[in-house]
């Protein structure tokens, strides 16, 4: 068990070392700006709603 929390220590180590190094190996959303990300989140919410109201449509139209 040792072994694996020193693998896991030195794995953790290497990618913020990675990160410092070489920002443009971090992930994209921690290089996207926060806009970008908003942006995002309500276009997948929008997505989301209109599939559940397309889907509910679709069910009222069956039923009735």
Request: proline fraction near 3%.
């Amino acid at each position: 068990m040792a072994e694996n929390l020193t693998a896991a220590r030195d794995a953790e180590a290497r990618s913020i070392d990675l990160a410092q190094a070489e920002p443009w190996l971090l992930a994209a959303e921690w290089r996207e700006p926060l806009y970008e990300r908003v942006i995002q989140a309500g276009s997948r919410l929008a997505g989301v709603a209109a599939f559940f109201a397309a889907l509910g449509a679709t069910g009222y139209w069956l039923l009735g």
